[in-house]
């Protein structure tokens, strides 16, 4: 059965370094959405993504993040300048449509350490 | 806002036994999906059960059953004849019916042990 695929499985780096977190959808899904999960804390939504523009963003994706699907498998996620807040499991999620009855396939995640 | 509560953080069953998780919602709208995830460790969340909101009838899925009690805003999921591999933390979440705003609204998460 197809999976969303994400790497690396884990990161560890440094306040201020920028990371790129990769994910590979399903290959004929055509929405894709980034989640995250701070330890202890509730999974909260990031930003979606259709015809390569967000659809939809939170109040957390603010400028230091951005995504890109750069070819026709990848789907990214940036931060340019990482904050110890930044820490958290980041889940990769796609759908073959959107709407509200369509599942969300989600990847196993990136925990992400900043120091 | 919608929100999402799940307020026990672990629950434990011992093995074919039933286990009930517990799960409330908050939201002005009147339709609406409703959905349980599953996390096995280190695995990759996958859907576990989904409930419309218009629909009365509560959803199975072979042991998995929901109780949606729409006027109190509850959706709580049912694992019966528990086995091993139910082991996981348990996601409830909520989305809007229509519109561009697939965003799912997540629950913190239970974590069921099953006890062989």
């Known amino acids: 059965e197809p999976e969303v695929t994400q790497t690396p499985s884990h990161q560890v780096t440094q306040m201020g370094q920028e990371v790129i977190l990769r994910c590979v959808p399903i290959?004929?899904?055509?929405?894709f959405y980034w989640y995250r999960q701070i330890l202890g804390q509730k999974v909260e939504f990031l930003v979606s993504f259709y015809n390569n523009e967000i659809s939809e963003k939170s109040e957390i994706f603010d400028d230091q993040f951005s995504v890109e699907r750069p070819d026709g498998s990848n789907f990214t996620l940036k931060i340019r300048s990482t904050k110890l807040e930044d820490s958290a499991m980041y889940f990769c999620?796609?759908?073959?449509?959107?709407?509200?009855?369509?599942?969300?396939?989600f990847g196993p995640g990136t925990r992400l350490l900043v120091l | 806002a919608q929100t999402v509560t799940q307020s026990q953080p672990e629950m434990s069953v011992q093995e074919a036994e039933t286990v009930t998780l517990s799960c409330t919602y908050d939201?002005?709208?009147?339709?609406?999906?409703l959905f349980w995830y599953k996390q096995p460790p280190s695995r990759q969340m996958i859907l576990v059960i989904r409930q419309e909101a218009y629909k009365q009838q509560n959803a199975t899925e072979n042991r998995f059953s929901v109780n949606f009690q729409k006027a109190a805003k509850s959706f709580s999921l049912k694992i019966s004849d528990s086995q091993l591999g139910d082991a996981a933390m348990y996601f409830c979440a909520y989305r809007p019916y229509t519109g561009a705003n697939s965003k799912l609204t997540f629950g913190k998460g239970i974590t069921l042990s099953v006890r062989p």
């Open positions: 939201t002005s709208e009147s339709d609406y999906y």
């Open positions: 999620a796609s759908s073959e449509a959107s709407g509200g009855q369509e599942t969300q396939y």
């Open positions: 290959s004929n899904h055509l929405y």
